[in-house]
């Protein structure tokens, strides 16, 4: 009897494995649409503005009064970053990322970690620099120069931040 029974669960066992295998869903690789990826559109509209930003990254940056004087400001780097409010398209965009990942071919997953991995490391440093940017002039040994100095170094991490999110996107196969 107990040799019946084994038999049988092994029989059972090999069934559901089976089953199980035609139900198990297979890696979702779209052919290209933002909207089968949650949050794809954001991605997309996100990497747009950290290009135009890099692209006129000074007239951005640099706010003038009414009177005509001018300063740098790096609120509005923060801002692209998705860092200043919940409406901007790369608020908390690492979420998006890290689920997008079942949307990654196989062989892309280990190229994709990375490029997630180093875009929210960059991300850091970016909005790190852009905010001691703010009170450059008000250090010990601070002025413009200071400023300057850390609103460049922000400039490169998000220089860099673009480059892995281009990488994001092109692994998800989003159109740009």
Known sequence: ?????SSAAAALGAAAASSLAAVALPPLTPAGAAEAVPGGERLLTGLKNLRYLLKNWNEETTVCNQA???TRDAQVVRKYLGLRSTKDPL??????????QRFVDPDDVEAYVEAS?????TVSLANSMAYTSLFGEYNPGGG???VEKYLEESRKQVTEATDYLET????LKLEQ
């Open 68 to 70: 005509g004087e001018c």
């Open 1 to 5: 009897r107990r040799g019946q029974l």
């Open 117 to 121: 991995e180093g875009y929210q490391s």
């Open 168 to 171: 994001v996107v092109r692994l």
């Open 91 to 100: 608020y908390k965009i690492e979420v998006v990322i890290d689920k997008g």
């Open 144 to 146: 413009e120069a200071t």
